[in-house]
């Protein structure tokens, strides 16, 4: 058993049956690796539910989650047992790389489309959008569409709110954030709204990577970082090679620095430091690459 740091006298420790339950509810419908060792993190982070509804026991809160037939409350528990900690131009040398080298390579074969996959709240397909107007001005507005996903309802409605406080815009470049976001009044001082012109250029939409996905189109960039770290190395392989299957020959790969790819379990080319290749030729080099789609 576990001690569960602050618990009331209502709430019984985490046993280790049950530890295992929840290891086998988020490994199974979310790919989510939770090892021995995490158990005082998931009665820490869990606890709060288990007050909120009034259950004694993990072993009840589990037969909650299994039960609801809406599927809130395992993505509350996925929430709570994760973090979307992200931030604007989060990674600068990514969103550098972006702008002088990937997005030039794709100017002859617009539009494109990028995909922000585990976005989060949101800051990393404003960010990618700020990149490619930053890069191309109006003409990104008409020839660069985000598809930004996450399996976190809660974050994607923060994400399509793109209403975020003054400490998101710290390290941002003055004119940039002026260009970009327009400050509250009254009681939303100290808060800042994305532009209207960038907003329009990101799609949220839910997505749960370890499921088979749905049709997509073939994409220039595709930004999968910081999440694969939840998965064990078989999960991180096949999510990978799908990933890779739904990039255009020449298109680039940009995952979470902790997240360096094994050798020999993908197809992609090594170009930089979490940045990574498909190979094949120069970017759509025939029309067939405009009408592929991705395989589940």
């Known amino acids: ?51 909120r509804l009034g259950f004694r026991t993990f072993h009840e809160y589990c037969d909650h989650v299994r039960g609801d037939a809406s599927g809130r409350a395992l993505t509350e528990m996925i929430d709570a047992l994760t973090t979307n900690c992200t931030a604007l131009l989060r990674e600068p040398a990514h969103f550098e790389f972006l702008r002088k080298v990937a997005l030039p390579e ?29 890069e191309w001005g109006d003409a990104a507005r008409q020839n660069v569409r985000v598809l930004a996903t996450d399996i976190s309802t809660k974050a994607l409605e923060t994400a399509q709110q793109a209403v975020y406080p003054a400490e998101k815009l710290a390290d941002f470049p003055e004119l940039m954030a002026r260009r970009h976001f327009v400050p509250g009044e009254h ?35 595709i930004f999968c970082r910081n999440v694969m770290i939840y998965f064990d190395r078989a999960t991180q392989a096949r999510l990978v090679n799908r990933l890779a299957q739904c990039l255009e020959a020449g298109g680039y790969l940009f995952t979470g620095h902790s997240e360096s790819l094994l ?5 992609l ?20 690459a405009r009408s592929c789609r991705c395989a589940p």
Request: charged share 25%; net charge positive.
């Open 106 to 134: 794709f100017r002859d074969c617009l539009p494109i489309q990028v995909w922000s996959a585990a976005c989060a709240t949101g800051e990393e397909p404003y960010s990618i959008a700020i990149s490619a107007l930053e």
């Open 187 to 221: 009681r939303w001082k100290g808060w800042f709204r994305v532009r209207c012109q960038l907003r329009e250029m990101v799609e949220f939409r839910r997505m749960n990577l370890t499921e088979p996905f749905p049709a997509l189109p073939k994409f220039a960039v």
């Open 1 to 51: 058993m576990h001690d569960f740091p602050g618990a009331g006298a209502d709430i019984r420790p985490l046993t280790r049956a049950e530890f295992e339950q929840i290891r086998l509810l988020a490994y199974h419908q979310f790919g989510l690796d939770l090892r021995e060792g995490k158990e005082q993190l998931v009665s820490a982070r869990l606890g709060k539910h288990l007050r």
């Open 269 to 288: 080319e090594y170009v930089r430091p979490a940045i990574y290749r498909k190979p094949g030729g120069s970017p759509r080099t025939t029309n067939h």
């Open 263 to 267: 050798r020999g379990s993908h197809a």
